[in-house]
């Protein structure tokens, strides 16, 4: 193996070795740590919901009145395109849709991202909380 190869690989290595023990040890602002999503049922009746993103399809879930669910994930590295979006059924209301996590919008603010589903729309519990309408 020529030199300038075997440095060139030498440096990956150690480059590779120093990220590995960096995340490991700390969160670092150069790397996505995971995120973690949460949907509470704030209706009067059973909500059944079933989120995506367009790598993974998390199923379909049932939540009873004041319980919640809730997901974790990796943003994807160095480009700001996670997109989660879920649809909501429940008694009595048309099927509703909503972007769940998008990640140009929600990374900023929130790591642990807790939604509660109101009639109206879903609300991300920040302070103050910031309620949305259903995707149209």
């Known amino acids: 193996m020529d ?14 070795v120093n990220v590995q023990a960096t995340t490991a040890r700390s969160p670092n602002p150069n790397f996505p740590s995971k995120t973690y999503v949460e949907i509470d049922n704030h209706l ?3 909500l059944t919901l079933h989120c995506k993103s367009k790598d993974d399809d998390l199923g379909v879930q049932e939540l009873q009145p004041q319980t919640r669910w809730g997901f974790r994930f990796q943003p994807k590295l160095f480009v700001e ?4 979006y879920c649809t909501f059924a429940w008694f009595g209301s048309p099927v509703q849709t909503f972007d769940i996590y998008v990640e140009r919008r929600d990374a900023s603010r929130c790591k642990n991202c807790i939604w509660g589903v ?17 995707n149209s």
């Not at 729309?121 to 309620?131: A, F, M, R, S, V």
């Open 118 to 134: 109101y009639p109206a729309g879903p609300c991300l519990y920040l302070d103050p909380p910031i309620c949305y309408s259903w």
């Open 81 to 84: 395109t996670t997109l989660f």
């Open 44 to 46: 009067p009746e059973k």
């Open 3 to 16: 030199r300038p190869l075997r440095g060139f690989l030498m440096i990956l290595l150690l480059f590779s």
